[in-house]
DNA sequence: CGAACAGGTTACTCATGGGTATATTGATTG
DNA sequence: CAATCAATATACCCATGAGTAACCTGTTCG
């Protein structure tokens, strides 16, 4: 039990700023997982608030419309790749070890609940200005990792081939569990994403 | 123009039957390419049979309710991930070779529309029966590739891994293309599929 | 104090779209 | 020829679920 300060009940201005995002974060999080669960079109916001105990305006209240929630999961989940890319942008080594690292990254960002929000929830179900935005942000995502390819093909650690077959190629692969992990697996996420991206960037046949 | 025979306007009791099949077909084949362009929640039945001439009630009398018409595009998918199997386990060579005639199958299958459809519309809109049955026969179809890979690395031919995972990242791999290969575009599938086979079997690092 | 506001509720509206009842027409068959 | 069936249409029903209106309550601020 944390008490250290007499813990008034009167909250801050602060606190309730807070209080306002951190329920702000719980509905998002509590509608991402049951879009991953049972596909968007078949969750109701409403079950969405149920879970949490709440009514149905009240995620119109914090959140807006049922496509500016996932809107909001698709930003979240964007900026994991962001993030991804900038750290193995600054990761050492050759070419390859960056790709190698961003891949690592990019396949954990895909098993969690946001990024899996990304992939399952492919830009049909938005209007057509969304899927504007999306298919830009992704081209972005694209272009980066066409950039390490490239960047390890100049610097020999890559076999040269067509660099955006070969984006495709990786990203398909990594983007697949998606679909199929479950969170409390066997393997986690971690363990997985460097197991794949080994198989991967190694080849099958012995050498 | 065809007029061998006198061409009576009257049709015999097979011609019927044909007609009524290709309609079947024709009608199938509208629906999925809906279900793939536009996602199986937004296609309409109306829509569908519009987009052939005819009435909504024509979709229920040749082809049942909207989940039948999905279930029945996916049985036509899953079949051609059999006609996959059947064909590599017939092809000679090693091990390694056999799982890459199934892999170049299996990648042309996801380009299909009905295989495009298998991939793209996940289990999500199906019944919980529905979605029994396709789990199942997925189930079939990676027993099937991890029977070649293990039987590649038993002969030497691939190198020992997890078989289970390299299953998962080889599938995933080659399903995304059912999310962003257009079919008139600049690469045929054939060719997309060897290239993506070569580029996952050969591996990134020069030798 | 009273006005305005934040957070929440209950109870509605209403478009949508899956599915069906029913009618029509032409061919088939007993 | 009557009965039936296949193939289609029109016109409808009705559940569902997104979004909203109106209301309540406690807190904050001029």
Redesign the interface.
Known sequence: METDAPASPFRTREQKAEERSAKRRALLIAAVRMFNE??Y??TLLEDVAASLGVSKPTIYHYLGNKERVLLECIALGIEQYHRAIDEAREAPGSG?DRLRHFLRAYARANMDDFGRCVI?T?P??LSPEGRQGLRERKRRIDAAMRGFIEE?IAD????P??SK??A??????????A??HVPGGELSAEE?AS??VD?????????
Chains 1, 2 share one sequence.
Do not use: C, K, Q, Y
Not at 168 to 177: E, Q, R, S, V
């Open positions: 049972r596909g079109h078949a390859l399952r492919g049909e179900p390890g020999g650690s890559i076999v081939t067509d077959l070969l495709f190629t990786l990203a398909g692969a990594l983007n697949w569990p679909r199929w997985l197991r794949m198989m991967l960037t190694i080849g099958l046949a012995p050498r």
